[in-house]
């Protein structure tokens, strides 16, 4: 049998590395078929480790009740039934197919279509699913179940069932039910603003200022930024590249300009939703004015360069919300329209580049929309008919299998550099679907864990930051309020402890390349009850990151003097930002880098 380099990773996590060091909170019913797939793997040439698998696993234990489904679809698939039951053999599966025929259509009108949910005596039936994804409105209960799908196909042709895989819901796991898509979305409201805050709650939200000490001196330093930023010329629409092959140079000039343009709309649209202040939304709205005269199809394109293209998008998107009283019903309508034509840009870019998005997840900038659509989705919905069809994919992405890079154990395989924006970016999704439509997607174990990747993968003060792209920008305020978001939610005080010792000695205001200071605001938790830090001296020394095979070993990881190795053998190979560095370690002591990344 021949073995390669991709499956080699997890053949090695798992027989040598899992048994030695169990997690403090090991899954119970551990799926041992990661050894399973890899023997399999050399006897498959057909097999694509770039397709998403099926899950739950066989043998996975689940900690949400229900937990997120997902699956392959076959070519020419119209529709797709989810059968999920205590008994293995589905008996009942023929009786509640014909129940659901009789209630609804088997392939949806859309991708907002509401589902048919029926219950038999042991088993559930959902048909009429838009997409191979699907997390249940309806709880299942403690215990043993299994799983399968069937695709339909036109005229309601049914293929044969898929292999059932069995999974346990946890007995003390928590319920974590996701309405039907309609439902969550007439939840949005119908006033601005919407992203991150609710219009009833926009009085209270301007009064922290004077009623918070530290509200208020976090605004000083914002309004302090934003005053720096009013002056700044208006970005002009980027000329065309010149013929030849790729001008890196202009490439990053065009990159950077467009990051501080997303910089300006966001602290202006900002200053202005948290003061009422006209300075502020007159200057937002020239550079959204200039904005809507950009060519749409030009080179501001999302296919022509996405790196100017997101901005454009997802910042003046919250520019737009954050200033809409301010704006005309023309300015609105100019506003609107353009951002219509690049969200349907990205929109289609998860479906016609390197392969269906929910199917190929592992591309990073198509993962980048993800978060960036929700937001601008929510901002249009009901004023844009695009953005319902926008929504209604993002919600079962963020509510099933995202993200691809990191499973139960909270790693995060395109490593601690990409961790911080992309991070940052999915816990601004989250949030806005939590603020727009009260469903709350950081339940899962990859959530719940991802702080421990950076107190073990990435001490606040290692040398290096193996094992994937890294450098990539001045990003790290991130770190802090990645981790201090994290803290928050989960009431983590070791979070809260890495967080503390992440740079900037305050909350992040501003950030050269990525914007993401005003969400200190909105995340700033110093009032009766915060989390107060507790140092990691008294946590285990080792921790296996098995999702992304990754082990670490510490003396003591509060102990900037102390040893440390990490140790990769991963399942992610070498896509996207990750390196083909399999079975490569790391080793720091007394502060310095020893065994280095090379």
Same mark, same amino acid.
């Given at each position: 049998m021949k073995l390669n380099k991709w499956y080699i990773g997890p053949l090695v996590t798992t027989l040598f590395f899992s048994p030695l060091f169990p997690q403090d909170q090991p899954p119970a019913g551990q799926d041992n078929s990661q050894v399973r797939v890899c023997l399999y793997l050399g006897e498959n040439p057909g097999f694509d480790p770039l397709l998403l698998k099926p899950a739950p696993a066989e043998g996975d234990t689940a900690i949400n009740d229900p937990p997120g489904f997902n699956w392959l679809p076959e070519e020419g698939s119209r529709g797709f039934i989810l059968e999920i039951s205590r008994d293995p053999r589905f008996s009942e599966s023929t009786e509640l197919l014909e129940k659901a025929r009789a209630l609804g259509p088997l392939i949806p009108r859309d991708l907002s279509s509401t589902p048919v949910v029926v219950e038999g005596r042991f088993s559930w039936l959902v048909a009429g699913l838009p997409l191979s994804l699907h997390h249940p409105s309806f709880s299942l209960g403690r215990g043993s179940w299994a799983w399968r799908w069937r695709c339909v196909f036109p005229g309601?042709?049914?293929?044969?069932?898929?292999?059932?895989? $069995?999974?346990?819901?946890?007995?003390?796991?928590?319920?974590?039910?996701?309405?039907?898509?309609?439902?969550?979305?007439?939840?949005?409201?119908?006033?601005?603003?919407?992203?991150?805050? $609710?219009?009833?709650?926009?009085?209270?939200?301007?009064?922290?200022?004077?009623?918070?000490?530290?509200?208020?001196?976090?605004?000083?330093?914002?309004?302090?930024?934003?005053?720096?930023?009013?002056?700044?010329?208006?970005?002009?629409?980027?000329?065309?590249?010149?013929?030849?092959?790729?001008?890196? #140079?202009?490439?990053?000039?065009?990159?950077?300009?467009?990051?501080?343009?997303?910089?300006?709309?966001?602290?202006?649209?900002?200053?202005?939703?948290?003061?009422?202040?006209?300075?502020?939304?007159?200057?937002?709205?020239?550079?959204?004015?200039?904005?809507?005269?950009?060519?749409?199809?030009?080179?501001?394109?999302?296919?022509?360069?996405d790196e100017v293209a997101m901005p454009v998008l997802l910042n003046g998107a919250r520019a737009y919300d954050w200033i809409y009283d301010a704006l005309t019903e023309n300015e609105r309508a100019a506003v609107r329209n353009m951002l219509a034509v690049r969200g349907e840009q990205a929109y289609q870019r998860w479906w016609q580049e390197e392969g269906v998005y929910h199917t190929r997840p592992y591309t990073s900038h198509r993962t980048r929309l993800v978060n960036y659509m929700s937001q601008v989705g929510t901002v249009l919905y009901g004023e844009a008919p695009e953005a319902e069809k926008w929504l209604s994919y993002v919600i079962p992405l963020t509510t099933t299998f995202y993200p691809a890079w990191g499973g139960r154990d909270g790693g995060y395989s395109e490593?601690?550099?990409?961790?911080?924006?992309?991070?940052?970016?999915?816990?601004?999704?989250?949030?806005?679907?939590?603020?727009?439509?009260?469903?709350?997607?950081?339940?899962?174990?990859?959530?719940?864990?991802?702080?421990?990747?950076?107190?073990?993968?990435?001490?606040?003060?290692?040398?290096?930051? #193996?094992?994937?792209?890294?450098?990539?920008?001045?990003?790290?305020?991130?770190?802090?309020?990645?981790?201090? $978001?994290?803290?928050?939610?989960? $009431?983590? #005080?070791?979070?809260?402890?890495?967080?503390?010792?992440?740079?900037?000695?305050?909350?992040?205001?501003?950030?050269?390349?990525?914007?993401?200071?005003?969400?200190?605001?909105?995340?700033?938790?110093?009032?009766?009850?915060?989390?107060?830090?507790?140092?990691?001296?008294?946590?285990?020394?080792?921790?296996?990151?098995?999702?992304?095979?990754?082990?670490?070993?510490?003396?003591?990881?509060?102990?900037?003097?102390?040893?440390?190795?990490?140790?990769?053998?991963?399942?992610?190979?070498?896509?996207?930002?990750?390196?083909?560095?399999?079975?490569?370690?790391?080793?720091?002591?007394?502060?310095?880098?020893?065994?280095?990344?090379?």
């Open positions: 309601e042709k049914l293929s044969p069932p898929s292999i059932s895989r $069995r999974f346990v819901v946890a007995e003390r796991a928590g319920e974590y039910l996701v309405p039907p898509v309609k439902e969550l979305l007439s939840r949005i409201p119908a006033r601005h603003p919407r992203l991150f805050l $609710r219009p009833e709650n926009l009085e209270s939200f301007r009064r922290l200022r004077q009623t918070s000490p530290a509200h208020r001196k976090l605004w000083k330093r914002i309004e302090a930024t934003a005053d720096t930023l009013l002056r700044l010329p208006v970005m002009e629409e980027p000329p065309p590249f010149p013929e030849g092959g790729f001008n890196y #140079p202009l490439w990053r000039n065009y990159y950077d300009q467009a990051r501080k343009m997303g910089q300006v709309l966001d602290f202006l649209g900002f200053c202005y939703l948290v003061s009422g202040e006209r300075k502020w939304a007159d200057r937002a709205r020239e550079w959204l004015m200039a904005l809507t005269r950009w060519d749409t199809q030009g080179t501001s394109n999302m296919a022509y360069n490593g601690p550099s990409y961790w911080m924006m992309y991070f940052n970016y999915m816990l601004q999704s989250a949030f806005c679907l939590e603020k727009a439509m009260d469903l709350n997607v950081l339940r899962t174990q990859f959530y719940r864990n991802n702080g421990y990747y950076k107190i073990y993968a990435d001490p606040w003060f290692t040398r290096q930051h #193996p094992f994937a792209d890294t450098g990539i920008g001045r990003y790290w305020p991130a770190d802090k309020i990645n981790l201090y $978001r994290l803290a928050t939610v989960f $009431r983590n #005080p070791y979070f809260r402890w890495r967080a503390e010792m992440s740079r900037p000695d305050e909350l992040p205001v501003s950030e050269t390349v990525v914007p993401t200071g005003v969400m200190s605001y909105f995340w700033l938790d110093e009032g009766v009850g915060h989390v107060d830090p507790k140092s990691p001296s008294d946590l285990p020394k080792c921790r296996v990151f098995r999702d992304i095979g990754l082990v670490a070993f510490h003396q003591d990881p509060a102990d900037p003097q102390e040893t440390f190795f990490l140790l990769k053998s991963s399942p992610y190979g070498a896509w996207s930002h990750t390196y083909a560095d399999q079975n490569a370690f790391y080793l720091q002591g007394f502060g310095e880098a020893l065994a280095i990344q090379s």
